[in-house]
T-cell receptor
Framework: DQQVKQNSPSLSVQEGRISILNCDYT??????FLWYKKYPAEGPTFLIS?????DKNEDGRFTVFLNKSAKHLSLHIVPSQPGDSAVYFC??????????FGTGTRLQVFP | DAMVIQNPRYQVTQFGKPVTLSCSQT?????MYWYQQKSSQAPKLLFH???????NEADTPDNFQSRRPNTSFCFLDIRSPGLGDAAMYLC???????????FGSGTQLSVL
C-alpha cells in the first residue's frame, strides 16, 4: 500500500505564476514531512520540510502547508521559474528511521 | 563539493553477472540508506543502516546484499541481476528520523 501519495503525475505552469503540488498520506503517526526536487539522472535534493506541530513553513519562493486533519500537504512555488522544472517528491518519516516517498509530480514551467 | 558520492554513475551488466555499486560520504552521518527507483515510481527502500546495525526491508529480494565496512563507505551487491533490476540506485546519508537525507547522484543500472 502506498502510504504517501502524489495523485498528479504531472503539472504544467506558466513562468511567473504559482505552482501547487499536492501530497496525501495515510498514516496519522507520520510526524515530519519533506519535499525533494529531482532532475533527470541526478539524485534528489532537499527542498523544504515541515513538522507536524506546524501548519506552514516558508523558505523564499517555496512554502509548504500541512493539514493534519485531512492528512494532506502541499508545496507552493511562487513565482515559478523555468529552472523549477523537475520531478518533486513528497516524503514522510514513517518511524523506525524510514523515509517513505511518494511517486512524484513532474513540474514543467513554460515561458 | 559533493557530500555523497556514488560510483559509477552508469553501470551496464549482463543478465546474471554480479555487480557492485559503491557509495561514500564526507558528512560523517550514522544512518545510511539504499533506495531503488524505477521510472515514474517512488524510490523504494531496500536497506538501511543505523551505524553498523543493518536493517533489511521485508520485500527486498535475497539477490540484493549490502556491506558497510565503515561509516564513510557502503556497497550494494546484486548477486545475479535480472532484467527487472534495471533501475536507478540511490544512496543517502542522514542523522536519523526527522532529519533530511543527503542523496548521491545515483547509479543507473542497465541489465542486458
Amino acid at each position: 500500500d502506498q502510504q504517501v501519495k502524489q495523485n498528479s503525475p504531472s503539472l504544467s505552469v506558466q513562468e511567473g505564476r504559482i505552482s501547487i503540488l499536492n501530497c496525501d498520506y495515510t498514516n496519522s503517526m507520520f510526524d515530519y514531512f519533506l519535499w525533494y526536487k529531482k532532475y533527470p539522472a541526478e539524485g534528489p535534493t532537499f527542498l523544504i520540510s515541515i513538522s507536524s506541530i506546524k501548519d506552514k513553513n516558508e523558505d523564499g519562493r517555496f512554502t509548504v502547508f500541512l493539514n493534519k486533519s485531512a492528512k494532506h500537504l502541499s508545496l507552493h512555488i511562487v513565482p515559478s521559474q523555468p529552472g523549477d522544472s523537475a520531478v518533486y517528491f513528497c516524503a514522510a518519516w514513517g518511524g523506525a528511521d524510514k523515509l517513505i516517498f511518494g511517486t512524484g509530480t513532474r513540474l514543467q514551467v513554460f515561458p | 563539493d559533493a557530500m555523497v558520492i556514488q560510483n559509477p554513475r552508469y553501470q551496464v551488466t549482463q543478465f546474471g553477472k554480479p555487480v557492485t555499486l559503491s557509495c561514500s560520504q564526507t558528512l560523517n552521518h550514522n544512518v545510511m540508506y539504499w533506495y531503488q527507483q524505477k521510472s515514474s515510481q517512488a524510490p523504494k527502500l531496500l536497506f538501511h543502516y543505523y551505524d553498523k546495525d543493518f536493517n533489511n526491508e521485508a520485500d527486498t529480494p535475497d539477490n540484493f546484499q549490502s556491506r558497510r565496512p565503515n561509516t564513510s563507505f557502503c556497497f550494494l551487491d546484486i548477486r545475479s541481476p535480472g532484467l527487472g533490476d534495471a533501475a536507478m540506485y540511490l544512496c543517502a546519508f542522514g542523522g536519523g528520523s526527522g532529519e533530511k537525507l543527503f542523496f548521491g547522484s545515483g547509479t543507473q543500472l542497465s541489465v542486458l
